[in-house]
């Protein structure tokens, strides 16, 4: 069963920067699609940005300009750089990618912006 392992979450002030990066547990040829969804208390989980092997870009108009989605396709890698942090971006960030025709979640890192 692959596994994703998201790292980088964290607690980070209004208009500070965070680096979450999420990694698939073993080797695998090739991951067509990586991205990331947030999921803010009482909302439902949205799409933040998705990335697919080839590099094309999906962003939410929510995070465009601010967040930037980008992949190691050797180390199975998928990275999130936020910047310009806002309160409104505090949620848990899940990673999900489809491998060999099936859709995997990570288990969500917390990204909390507070002064």
Do not use: H
Not at 19 to 45: D, H, T, V
Not at 102 to 108: A, K, R
Request: hydrophobic share 35%; net charge positive.
């Amino acid at each position: 069963q692959v596994q994703l392992v998201e790292s980088g979450g964290g607690l980070v002030q209004p208009g500070g920067s965070l680096r979450l990066s999420c990694a698939a547990s073993e080797r695998i040829f090739s991951i067509n699609i990586m991205g990331w969804y947030r999921q803010a208390p009482g909302k439902q989980r949205e799409l933040v940005a998705a990335i697919t092997s080839s590099g094309s870009i999906n962003c939410a108009d929510s995070v465009k300009g601010r967040f930037t989605i980008s992949r190691d396709n050797a180390k199975n890698t998928v990275f999130l750089q936020l910047n310009s942090l806002k309160s409104e971006d505090t949620a848990v960030y899940y990673c999900k990618a489809l491998i060999r025709s099936s859709w995997y979640w990570g288990q969500g890192t917390q990204v909390t912006v507070s002064s």
